[in-house]
């Protein structure tokens, strides 16, 4: 679907049947009217964020940091992994606490800024990082060249810049609001040391899990962010809850109770360049949090039902990331099959999975 908006065009790339709210579909209309707005492309996880959709790719002639959002650099990355044996229960008590920095595993020169505050930490939200199993193999030969097979265990991890990126938007907020980024090339600068970050620090936190897991730590074979801005053909292309998806890998996560998908990306300029970078939200937080509690238990939610555990010792967090509260994953990635932007390589079924530190049951 595409329609005009005075020199912006909106293209919504998800089946009739999907779950696109309507205040999601009226933010990317708002975005298409604003100045120097070129085109503006919502994925099948497309839902409404603070100011602008979330699962949106934005092309511009200027540069919007507010579209990009406070958490730059926020991605997936995939890790192998090798254990001997696997039993969730053992394996979530060992998990490290990922909600205190260790700075054991990493240099201070290495770290982009030298800001090591927060290095090594998943934050709130959506975040996490899981074990998980590769399940269904669709494409064997693209596997195959990315080391997996099915059986294969694998580290996910997704988190962003933390305070980083934070204090680079407030920085421009406080002064120019929602307008566009008054010197591009500094905003650019500051936005691209959030992104090495926040990929390294992805990198970090592989690290501590593997060793406490009591495996060795593997490079990842996928690590895309779904927030960035990059300059493209004269343009600036705006990923806000959307991944590279020109020629890319990406792991697009299910909910912590179902499989995650990875896919090939062949995203064209009609579609940003981009693919999904998740199941998106159905709810708010508030709702998820109502609704949630008056049809789950803590316990349904700390054991899924594809058997997986979720290590998390907020309460509020567990029912606000419950599985009902996002849109189905395998609609999701269905239409970015139908619509030609990406092709599955494998799925992968969650084992364990971190959100914050339950100390309450010994689990850090």
């Keep these: 679907m595409v329609v005009s908006v005075l020199s912006a065009s909106v293209s919504i790339f998800a089946s009739p ?39 949106a790719a934005m092309t511009s002639s200027v540069l919007y940091p507010f579209l990009v959002g406070s958490d730059i650099g926020c991605g997936i990355a995939v890790f192998p992994i090798t254990l001997k044996r696997v039993v969730p229960e053992r394996l979530a008590a060992r998990f490290p606490d990922l909600d205190v920095p260790d700075h054991s595993f990493f240099h201070a020169a290495d770290v982009p800024g030298g800001d090591t505050e927060s290095l090594g930490t998943v934050g709130r939200g959506n975040h996490f990082v899981e074990l998980a199993r590769v399940g269904t193999v669709a494409d064997a030969e693209h596997a195959t060249r990315l080391g997996l097979a099915a059986g294969d265990l694998v580290l996910i991890v997704h988190s962003g810049s933390r305070g980083l990126g934070e204090r680079i938007l407030r920085a421009h907020t406080e002064v120019h609001g929602a307008g566009p980024a ?67 890998d990406v792991l697009i996560a299910g909910t912590r109770g179902t499989p995650s998908f990875l896919v090939a990306g062949h995203a064209g300029a009609d579609a940003g360049w981009s693919v999904a970078h998740g199941a998106g939200r159905k709810m708010s937080r508030a709702d998820a949090l109502r609704r949630g509690k008056a049809k789950h238990t803590v316990e349904e939610l700390r ?37 030609g932007l990406a092709t599955r390589v494998a799925s992968t079924v969650p084992v364990v999975t971190y959100k914050t530190a339950d100390r309450a049951r010994g689990r850090r």
């Design 17 to 55: 049947s999907s779950w696109i709210e309507s205040s999601a579909l009226d933010q990317c209309h708002q975005v298409a009217a604003l100045p120097g707005m070129r085109h503006v492309a919502g994925m099948p996880d497309l839902h409404p964020g603070k100011g602008a959709p979330i699962g």
């Design 182 to 248: 008054a010197d591009p090339a500094a905003y650019l600068a500051a936005h691209d040391e959030a992104v090495r970050w926040a990929s390294l620090n992805r990198r970090v936190m592989a690290a501590r899990v593997a060793e406490a897991l009591g495996a060795s730590y593997q490079p990842p074979i996928v690590d895309e962010c779904h927030n960035a801005v990059e300059p493209r053909d004269g343009f600036y292309l705006h990923r806000k809850g959307a991944a590279n998806g020109d020629g890319r």
């Design 303 to 339: 054991r899924t039902p594809v058997g997986s555990l979720v290590v998390c010792g907020d309460r509020q967090l567990l029912f606000e990331e419950a599985p009902t509260a996002y849109k189905r994953i395998e609609q999701v990635v269905g239409d970015l099959v139908e619509h």
